[in-house]
Every structure is written in C-alpha cells, then in structure tokens.
C-alpha cells in the first residue's frame, strides 16, 4: 500500500467514525489477514479514536486466488498468454487462472458465503475487490455484472437487509 491509499483509509475511517457514531461499539471488526487488509483496518480504527489493533481475521476474507498469474499485470499476462486472457473476458465469473490453487469468482462466492452465514451481528469488514464481487453476486446480481463492477478503493460499501449502496 502506497501514501495515497494510506490517506484513502484515514478517511474512511473517520468518514466510518461519523457513520457509526454512538453505535461503534455495537459493530465486530474483522479483516482479511492479510498485509495491506490488516494495516487498512489498522488506518481506519485509528481515525475512528479505536485502539488500532482491536480486531479479528478471518482466513476466508483472503482474495480470490490467480494461482501462476498472481502478481503480474493483465499486460504482462498478455504477452504470454494472450488466448487464456481472451478466455477470461468472455466468461471472467468462471474463469479460473492456470496454476495450484487458483480460483474463479464462482469458487471464492463458496468461501465468502461461508462467511456470511457466520455473520451474526453489525459488522465493519476490510477485504479485498474480489471478496465484493462474490459479495455483490450472493446478494443478487447476475454473475457478469458481479464481475465488472467498478470496487471502490476510496469509499464504503454499506450493506443491509435493503441491499448495498457506496457511501
């Protein structure tokens, strides 16, 4: 994560301070484990006046798994895979990246509804843009449109029982 995420969680949070204000205590706080996750939550309660590290992980908030294609760009891809890539964009839902424990949109939409069924209480969660796209998808949009919608680094995603709206 570079200073101008850095600066993006720091007004989240206080953003979320003001959202939950009076009820912050009402809300679990809980992230993906890994690193860039854990230092946004740590950004975000500090902003919001909590002690930075009073939060849980949860495993199954980790991003989806692009196996052999994991830290490269879709460019750099390109150059070695270009009909794979061409694949992915005609079903990008399903598609599933080459390598060991790679997984498509479909297969991490399992992980993230174990999750969600765990979820027994407000909750304040920092994850991943693929974790919101199976979250978009279990919450009712069609499998394409749950792939292509634009995640938002700079924003909150608010989701109830009337569904989610950015905030």
């Not at 895979?81 to 839902?93: G, N, Q, S």
């Not at 978009?136 to 924003?155: M, S, V």
Request: hydrophobic letters at 40%; charged letters at 30%.
């Amino acid at each position: 994560m570079n200073d101008f995420g850095r600066g993006q969680a720091r007004a989240n949070g206080v953003a979320l301070g003001a959202v939950l204000a009076g009820s912050r205590e009402r809300f679990d706080f809980v992230a993906s484990p890994l690193g860039r996750t854990r230092e946004t939550m740590e950004l975000v309660r500090g902003a919001m006046g909590l002690p930075p590290r009073d939060y849980r992980t949860d495993d199954r908030l980790v991003e989806v798994s692009f196996g052999d294609w994991e830290g490269y760009t879709m460019a750099e891809i390109k150059m070695h895979a270009r009909e794979r890539v061409r694949e992915r964009a005609r079903a990008k839902w399903d598609f599933i990246p080459p390598g060991e424990n790679a997984e498509s949109y479909e297969i991490l939409s399992w992980r993230i509804g174990s999750w969600l069924k765990d979820v027994t209480r407000p909750m304040v969660c920092v994850s991943h843009g693929g974790v919101f796209r199976a979250l978009f998808k279990l919450l009712g949009a069609e499998r394409e449109e749950a792939a292509t919608t634009p995640i938002h680094q700079d924003r909150i995603l608010r989701v109830d029982d009337s569904g989610c709206e950015w905030l």
